[in-house]
């Protein structure tokens, strides 16, 4: 609902990550765990209070602190549990129609109360936003893209393909660069490997390079516009700011979570932002070299070990579409983010649902039945 930005509440993201968390804690609650996912988890929370306890940043607060790690717990808590068949379909659904709503949702603030869809940046560009900002617009899409061409996959239903492009088109019209390249790779990815004949893969190709023409041609002067420009939106200036606690502080960094107050207020005001856009260089501020690698194997752990893998081909789509989540965390807020994390879960919970649908027992099969959906085959 975008509480805090459109309805002047303030910050409410400490709520909105309180009742993830409440969830989450619920979910766990009757699963059993992944044991290498907790594992992950655990190389993550080493790096953040072991090398909290020797920071020597001025500014520390074991309360910022404490906040940001409980943010991060309440959504990868997600990652742990081995979801049914029927709770991968119910939260891939749900991810699948997250972009749609934001956007429907900004449409009505804007017919009722005048709210704008799209804001200009510094390059003139106009950019999508719904009810939201363009990045948050551009995040969500990325996960609903991922989301809708996975249950595009198990189910051959048109109009989750459908679905999936028409997310991808939201996230070139929030005139973002990365996240689009990195939306369009990993659906590509997922659809490609989902087709197992020649005709199938020459088909998409097809449609992929129509769509992306097509969408050029009428839609895509603004995301262009975006492309020419050699502008980093003003990353540099945040980037500088942050390398250079990171190197102030190399061995222990500043304390995790404590990114917005290493940013000069003048780089804010001209940024529009204190988030650091780059993730790695965020890390090593704030946890510095060594737990900034800490936290990224940990985080690789928990999202490429998570879901069950039939074969080799599944291990390498799996990892192409993992590491384009790791891609765009270098120009964008990533690894806190709730919609980038459901782009990360999204691909979980598809990789598992195919893998429950190839390799079928009784009671998957019932499952899967219960769930009110039609038991397609992927071997289109």
């Known amino acids: 609902l975008n509480l805090g930005r459109l309805w002047g509440f303030g910050n409410t993201n400490p709520f909105e990550k309180s009742l993830f968390f409440a969830a989450v804690v619920f979910y766990l609650a009757k699963k059993s765990w992944n044991k290498s996912v907790v594992a992950g988890i655990f190389l993550i929370t080493l790096s953040i209070f072991f090398f909290g306890v020797f920071s020597k940043y001025t500014g520390f607060a074991w309360s910022r602190l404490l906040m940001a790690y409980a943010a991060l717990v309440s959504i990868i808590g997600f990652f742990v549990a081995k979801p049914s068949p029927k709770d991968c379909d119910y939260m891939l659904q749900s991810i699948s129609r997250l972009a749609p709503y934001i956007l429907i949702y900004g449409l009505i603030l804007a017919v009722l109360f005048g709210l704008p869809m799209f804001q200009k940046d510094h390059t003139g560009a106009s950019r999508l936003g719904g009810a939201a900002i ?14 809708a061409a996975y249950l595009f996959s198990v189910e051959n239903k048109k109009r989750y393909l459908i679905l999936s492009i028409f997310c991808i088109a939201l996230c070139a019209l929030s005139g973002t660069r990365m996240p689009t390249v990195v939306a369009a790779t990993s659906v590509s990815i997922v659809l490609f490997f989902s087709f197992k004949g020649a005709v199938g893969r020459l088909g998409l190709v097809f449609l992929g390079g129509t769509f992306a023409v097509g969408f050029l041609l009428t839609a895509g002067e603004q995301l262009l516009l975006r492309f020419e420009s050699s502008s980093k939106s003003g990353r540099e200036l945040l980037w500088n700011a942050v390398i250079a606690w990171a190197e102030r502080y190399p061995w222990h960094g500043v304390g995790f979570g404590h990114h917005a107050e290493l940013i000069p207020e003048r780089v804010s005001k001209l940024t529009g932002t204190f988030a650091t856009h780059n ?16 936290f990224i194997i940990g985080l690789f752990v928990v999202i490429f070990t ?21 891609v765009y965390a270098y120009s964008d807020n ?9 782009g990360a879960l999204a691909h979980v919970l598809g990789v598992q649902l195919i893998s429950y649908r190839n390799a079928p027992s009784r009671s998957v099969e019932k499952s899967l039945f219960s769930s009110g959906h039609s038991h397609a085959r992927v071997d289109k």
């Open 134 to 147: 363009p990045a948050f617009m551009a995040a969500a899409s990325y996960a609903s893209s991922i989301a």
């Open 279 to 294: 993730e790695y260089i965020r890390l090593a501020a704030e946890l510095g070299y060594l737990g900034a690698a800490i």
């Open 306 to 326: 998570a879901p069950r893998y039939l074969n080799k081909v599944q291990i390498i789509s799996s990892l192409i579409v993992t590491l384009c989540f790791f």
């Open 334 to 342: 990533v690894f806190l983010l709730t919609y980038t994390l459901f």
